[in-house]
């Protein structure tokens, strides 16, 4: 069992940064997979992919809304994920989770949500112009 919990998250203005922080703790460290994301929820949508990193390789992917302003990073000595975000707009305001595959023989980056089966509980960020 992986256990996720998020912090960072809050009020911010239009342009501003914000980063966010995921810390697991399983029974064992191989139970994080071979992966930790980030998703976001906004009110009355679905929830979207945001980015995802290998735990082992450090790979990462983003969706379309993240590439080339928020930066996804992990410290696996600390079992965290981290979601430093730039530039931040009023439509990135959203409950942004963190996630784990939990499958250490996973090959590819996962960005779907019934790939992640360990989820945190959610921090809000909200970002007002």
């Known amino acids: 069992q992986v256990q996720l919990v998020e912090s960072g998250g809050g009020m911010a203005q239009a342009g501003d940064s914000l980063r966010i922080s995921c810390i697991a703790s399983?029974?064992?460290?191989?139970?994080?997979?071979?992966?930790m994301g980030w998703f976001r929820q906004a009110p009355g949508k679905e929830r979207e992919f945001v980015a995802v990193?290998?735990?082992?390789?450090?790979?990462?992917r983003y969706g379309d809304s993240a590439k080339g302003r928020f930066t996804i990073s992990k410290d696996n000595a600390k079992n965290a994920v981290y979601l430093q975000m730039n530039s931040l707009k009023p439509e990135d305001t959203a409950v942004y989770y963190c996630?784990?595959?939990?499958?250490?023989?996973?090959?590819?980056?996962?960005?779907?949500?019934?790939?992640?089966?360990?989820w945190g509980q959610g921090t809000q960020v909200t970002v007002s112009l």
């Open positions: 399983s029974i064992t460290g191989s139970a994080i997979g071979s992966a």
């Open positions: 996630a784990a595959d939990g499958d250490s023989t996973r090959w590819w980056l996962p960005s779907v949500e019934y790939e992640y089966p360990y």
């Open positions: 990193i290998g735990w082992t390789n450090g790979r990462t």
